[in-house]
């Protein structure tokens, strides 16, 4: 199972710091599917809990609107989340993840203080989905707040 805390993976830096290690932040999420400018419905993402909030259905799954994803920086204007794939019902997959594309119909405001740069914005958009044995993968262009 998820821990509902953020991982902290040690990776090195390139060659021009040699022995230098940065610590690269990874939040795992609970990420509910939907518009915030439809109360959820539609496509893209509504909100997001994290710490993971440990509510599951009474059958002891996730709903299908819902998933937990690994969310990590992975350049200065790109987020990318790791969708667990054994945290999403068939429903889902095939709603939000059909034909290889995440569609984000309206704009996400991020506002969580995981990242010393602060709040990002997930811009409206048809994103590819990269499918791996766990994870569908998304990498969502992000607007930094002006200031």
Known sequence: MILGHPLKREILQPERAPGKRAVEKILVADVLFGSPNKRCAGAGICKIIAPVAQEMNTDGRWGCNRAIAL?????????????????????????????????????????????????????????????????????????????
């Open 71 to 147: 969310v990590k920086v992975d350049a200065s204007d790109t987020l990318v989340f790791q969708f667990v794939k054994h945290s999403l019902c068939r429903k889902a997959i095939s709603k939000y993840f059909g034909n290889g594309i995440f569609l984000v119909e309206d704009p996400f405001e991020f506002r969580q203080n995981f990242w010393s740069e602060g709040a990002r914005t997930i811009k409206p958009g048809a994103y590819p989905v990269v499918e791996s044995k766990a994870y569908l993968a998304v990498r969502f262009e992000i607007q930094m707040p002006e200031g």
